[in-house]
């Protein structure tokens, strides 16, 4: 997930705030419907269990080096998750029912509405989900070391 969103973050757009309003709206909805597939479901809930995975299986005596990495990693996560599920889907949702971008009366007013707030979220996320990838590394390295 942090190369997904750091990838929007850092390329998807900035190339698109250089396009016009219509060009923008449609590529986002396009957007929207293609990534929820089943190979994103996956990594993406799948995260989410293997995260859990992680916390379960370092939780004994003896392991809190790696426990609490793998704590800190969860919760990364779990804030990454959130947000899309909380923020940024409806965010989505809402730009998807503006309907047409050719029958859109004001396409500037629906993606200030929409750019300026998924944009700063997708920066959260990004963030978050580099947090969850930089501790479960740590986390892992800790382990194979017998840091435990």
Known sequence: ???????????????LRRSSDGVFVEVMQNINVVIVNPLFMVLFMGGLVA????????????????????????FCYLLMFAITTGISVPLNDKLAAAGDPAQIADLA??????????????????????????????ALLRFRRGAL
Not at 51 to 72: I, K, Q
């Open 1 to 15: 997930m942090a190369g997904l969103f750091a990838g929007f973050a850092y390329s998807v757009m900035p190339a």
């Open 51 to 74: 995260a859990v995975a992680a916390v379960l299986t370092n939780w004994r005596p003896g392991s809190a080096a790696v426990r609490n990495w793998a704590v800190a990693g969860f």
């Open 109 to 138: 007013a629906v993606r200030a509405q929409f750019e300026g707030p998924w944009v700063a979220w997708n920066i959260a996320r990004a963030v978050a989900s580099v947090g969850a990838l930089g501790c479960f590394a740590v």
